[in-house]
Each structure stands twice: as structure tokens, then as C-alpha cells.
């Protein structure tokens, strides 16, 4: 595609209202994007075609919708490199992290192409002669997805991918800074034969088109994933209109260090959840809650990686902390880095930002940082990673749960009986044993507890439960 990018709707390109820009986060010199944005007669008119395809796409048999699915994988998987270069210019994650979220995507593709060959009902003994008794999962009609810039191809995918499988047609919206990726997606959808109107891609900004997506009574259902502000404001719209949503949002994740663990294995682990995509990840490590006489430990492990991991342009090989998305978030975390100072916390690497252009924080450490700081409950993401001591394994579990989030926790030890009983008092959605908080296996559910998330879960066989719902029949004989 030439010229700018635009909304695709009803199996047309299509204009949208005023051009803007994206640029490459490592270089906002660099132009890497027009973009053409959707206003809310845009935006409605994606839902009305949605709404017109979906009865002849929910008519489609199953096998047939994953067969698109996987050709949708198959073109994707030549392109792996082209889309990985792209995402990481306009969102700026290491070339070998993006690449590794595009295949991470082909992945899903599949995996949901597979599911439509599973069972998708079950048949009862009916207490009455001769009746068949049995139920189906089916599609719930449009759904809208609403998409973050941090993984602006993998969470796309294990949200369109199950919508498309079990019959729904899917309006996105994506990340207003990530438009390309997701040009990329739908252009593999398109050419593995999608029909037109069944997956439709608005690109606008929250304000122009996020009402009318969220509030249009041909809406049945919202799948988002971003900021708890923005998602739990997507809640109070759409619940009264007795849409079915789905949201996942922040998270302040802890990684646990008991004393008897192996600090050099720790420390690895608690930096790459740290610092990799430069703390952008929802899952990412923020808080280090370690027993006292592991601090000094774990500290000066940690300070070593944060210092000799290259910062840098995204697209050289050997760096390992690329840029944060934008000049915004560049603000908001060198702000969060002042809070910990002022909290208390004792700096003992990073704390600032690269010299020269491009939006980059070094990785940065504060040990002695209070539990009930403002540093330590509130989500910063970004590279920046606090070490909170901890008097015992029981009081380290206790400031592990002592936050409004419960997306994902891991806890370092060699004790198999300590570690099975983190993973049952650590109210997370997801809880890790000798691992980083960041990073996920697709075939597993996905998700969080308290405000990190509306109680759903994506991802593996548990997606079907949000993207269908029951029907129950009753067959009795004729007479």
C-alpha cells in the first residue's frame, strides 16, 4: 500500500477525516507513517458491515474458517522479518523481540485454526424416552477489539484469531501509534481469502471513534486491553447496553527472591522481566520483593546486567533495551524515577535518560524502596525495577498481594514446598515458579484478578468462553 495508511471497511481501503503522522521512537525525526483517521461515521460504518457479514461468516462451517486462518499464517510467516523491521520502527522493541512477536503471532493463527476442528458442544441422558439432549457453543454476532501499542501483533492475534474461529465478525481498533503492524494483519486476512466485511480495521483515535464502537447497538461485545482508566471507563459504557465485556488492564508484578534461591539465576530472570521491551509490558517485573539477606546480592547481580546491556537503536543486533514508545511515556517514567528518589528509594544504576535523540531511559534500579510508597504501587512501565526488602517469606508474600493488581507474580526459591505454597496464596492470574513475570505459553489461559482484570481469560481453550455462548437443545420425537 502506497500513500497513507487507512481504515479497511466493508472490504474497502477507505479515507478517513485528517492525516497525521507516526515516527520512528528511536529517531522522531523519521517519519514512518501517514496515517488517514476514522471518525465515528467511520467507525459506524465498520459495525454495520460487520453486522452484514456476520450471518453468512457464523453460517461458514468451522474448518472452513480455520482453513483462512491458517493460509492467514502461512503469508504471514514469509513476511516474518518485513513486519518484524516494521513494528519494530514504529514501536520500538529490539528487531529480535519483534520478530519474535510476529512468530508468536503466525503461532496463534494456527493454534485457533486448530480449534475448529474441537468438539464445540456436548449431548446429555435425557429422563425422557427417546430425546436428544445437547449443546453447542456459538458465536455472539460483532465483537469489537480495542488493542494496546506494546504487542501490537500478538495481543491482536489471540484476540481476532478465537473471535474469527468460533463465527463472530470482529471491528478493531488498534493503538493510535501502531498503525502499520496492523495493516499487516489484515492484509494476510485478506489474502487468505477473508470475506469482506467479516473483519473490518479502523484506524482512529479513542476520542474520534471510541464511543460509537463501544456504545453501537450493533455491538455485542468488547474485548480490550490498555489502561485501567481507559477500560473501566469501556465498562461503565457498554455494561448498561448489556454488552458482554472483556477487559485486561495493568499490573504492579512482583517477583518474590527467598534467600535460599540462586541469586545468578534471579537476577537474570528479574532483568529480562524488568528491562526487555523496555518495561512495557503489562507483565513485566516492577516490584523485587527480597528477604533481607539476599538484598546486597540481588542488587549488585542486578546493577551488573542493568549496566552492560546495550540501550540503544532497536535495529542493531546486539541491543537488548530499545526506546519507550513515545516523548509521553518517556515523560511519565523520568517523572515515576523522581517519585521513587523522593520516596526514599536509593538509586544504584540508570536513573536517566540516553544522551542525543530517540525516547530512551536506561535501566534503572532503587533498592530500600518502601512497600507503601507511591513508586511501589503504582504501574510505571517502563525500565525500572524496585527492590523492596522483606523481613520473611510470609512478609514478602504479604507485600506481594498488597497491591490493587493481581496480574503475575513469580517467586525464586529451591524450596518445592515454599514455592507450592506461593502459588496458592499469591492472588494472581497467572503465578511463576523460577521464571520471569513476563512471557506466556498461548495454549494456557491468560489473565488477571482484582483490577487487573474484568475476570475473563484469553488465550488457549479458555478463549472460547468469552467469544461464544451456550445453546441448549431439546430434539424429542415427532409424535
Known sequence: ??????????????????????????????????????DAVLASAAVLAARKAFASWRATPAPARGEILRRAADLMEHQVENIGRDLTREEGKTIGEAIGETRRAVAILRYYAGQTLEPDGETYPSATPDFLLYTKREALGVVVAITPWNFPIAIPAWKIAPALAYGNAVVWKPAELVPLTAVHFVQALIEAGLPEGVLNLVLGSSADVGNVLVTHPDVDAITFTGSNAVGR????????????????????????????????????????????????????????????????????????????????????????????????????????????????????????????????????????????????REEIFGPVALVVPAESGAEALAIANDTPFGLVASLFTRDLGRALAFARDMRAGVVKINQETAGLELQLPFGGTKDSSSGSREQGKAAREFFTEWKTIYLGPPG
Open 1 to 38: 500500500m502506497t500513500g497513507a495508511l487507512r481504515s479497511y471497511v466493508d472490504g474497502v481501503w477507505r479515507d478517513g477525516v485528517r492525516t497525521v503522522v507516526r515516527t520512528d521512537p528511536a529517531h522522531p525525526s523519521t517519519v514512518v507513517a501517514e496515517v488517514s483517521l476514522a
Open 233 to 376: 471507563a469501556v465498562q461503565r459504557a457498554a455494561i448498561p447496553l448489556g454488552k458482554k465485556v472483556q477487559l485486561e488492564l495493568g499490573g504492579k508484578n512482583p517477583a518474590v527472591v527467598l534467600a535460599d534461591a540462586d541469586l545468578d539465576h534471579a537476577a537474570e530472570q528479574v532483568a529480562r522481566g524488568a528491562f526487555l521491551s523496555a518495561g512495557q509490558k503489562c507483565t513485566a517485573t516492577s516490584r523485587v520483593i527480597v528477604e533481607r539477606s539476599a538484598v546486597a546480592g540481588l542488587s549488585e547481580r542486578l546493577a551488573e546486567r542493568a549496566r552492560s546491556w546495550k540501550v540503544g537503536d532497536p535495529l542493531a543486533p546486539d541491543t537488548i533495551v530499545g526506546p519507550l514508545v513515545s516523548d509521553e511515556r518517556l515523560k511519565s517514567v523520568l517523572s515515576y524515577i523522581e517519585v521513587a528518589k523522593a520516596d526514599g528509594g536509593r538509586l544504584v544504576a540508570g536513573g536517566g535518560r540516553l544522551d542525543g535523540e530517540g525516547h530512551f531511559v536506561r535501566p534503572t534500579i532503587f533498592t530500600d524502596v518502601p512497600a507503601a510508597s507511591r513508586a511501589s
